[in-house]
T-cell receptor
Framework: QKEVEQNSGPLSVPEGAIASLNCTYSDRGSQSFFWYRQYSGKSPELIMFIYSNGDKEDGRFTAQLNKASQYVSLLIRDSQPSDSATYLC????????????FGAGTRLAVHP | EAGVTQSPTHLIKTRGQQATLRCSPISGHTSVYWYQQALGLGLQFLLWYDEGEERNRGNFPPRFSGRQFPNYSSELNVNALELEDSALYLCASPGQGKNEQFFGPGTRLTVL
């Protein structure tokens, strides 16, 4: 079992719709969870982080965390073509090692 | 506040040579994290330096090494280059928050 799993996609959504990206992780001791957006040929950009169970909203983005189910999700409301990118889920390894473990990423395509 | 800087942007080497990549963290931060993003393998943790010391190391052979200077900038050295070392090498720095890591633009290493 991979430590952080994501559906590779592509996830195709029409402009204006809600895109839902999901991630599961195996280390129950993990405390910090991150979503990065990566455009082709560019470095990853941190767009959301969440440390507590529940929802965290920032503009069009909502991160959801359920530690009991070891599940993290990212919702993008009113999706725009500029949101088309690969979204990487990352989990901080338990134990204070400051090591981020990344999923393989989900490719999102928003079509007009 | 300047972000994470990396140099060079691109580096082309031949098999068996050595590569040196450089990174400076966000001003005021003492930690530097190195990651490798190889095609088909995803983003993998390489090294963590803090206050001049190596604090954590990923599952990479010893020919991947580095150091951190008194000004907290860092070098990643890859000796005896192999074709599979071709990848995007990313450096990350902490930000103002708890555990977030912010990436630099990366160095694209191509081994011929």
């Amino acid at each position: 079992q991979k430590e952080v799993e994501q559906n590779s996609g592509p996830l195709s959504v029409p402009e204006g719709a809600i895109a839902s990206l999901n991630c599961t992780y195996s280390d129950r001791g993990s405390q910090s969870f991150f979503w990065y957006r990566q455009y082709s040929g560019k470095s990853p950009e941190l767009i959301m982080f969440i440390y507590s169970n529940g929802d965290k909203e920032d503009g069009r983005f909502t991160a959801q965390l359920n530690k009991a189910s070891q599940y993290v999700s990212l919702l993008i409301r009113d999706s725009q073509p500029s949101d088309s990118a690969t979204y990487l889920c990352a989990v901080n390894q338990a134990g204070g090692y400051n090591k981020l473990i990344f999923g393989a990423g989900t490719r999102l395509a928003v079509h007009p | 506040e300047a972000g994470v800087t990396q140099s060079p942007t691109h580096l082309i080497k031949t098999r068996g040579q050595q590569a040196t990549l450089r990174c400076s963290p966000i001003s005021g931060h003492t930690s530097v994290y190195w990651y490798q993003q190889a095609l088909g393998l995803g983003l993998q943790f390489l090294l963590w330096y803090d206050e001049g010391e190596e604090r954590n190391r990923g599952n990479f052979p010893p020919r991947f090494s580095g150091r951190q200077f008194p000004n907290y900038s860092s070098e990643l050295n890859v000796n005896a280059l192999e074709l599979e070392d071709s990848a995007l090498y990313l450096c990350a720095s902490p930000g103002q928050g708890k555990n977030e890591q912010f990436f630099g633009p990366g160095t694209r290493l191509t081994v011929l």
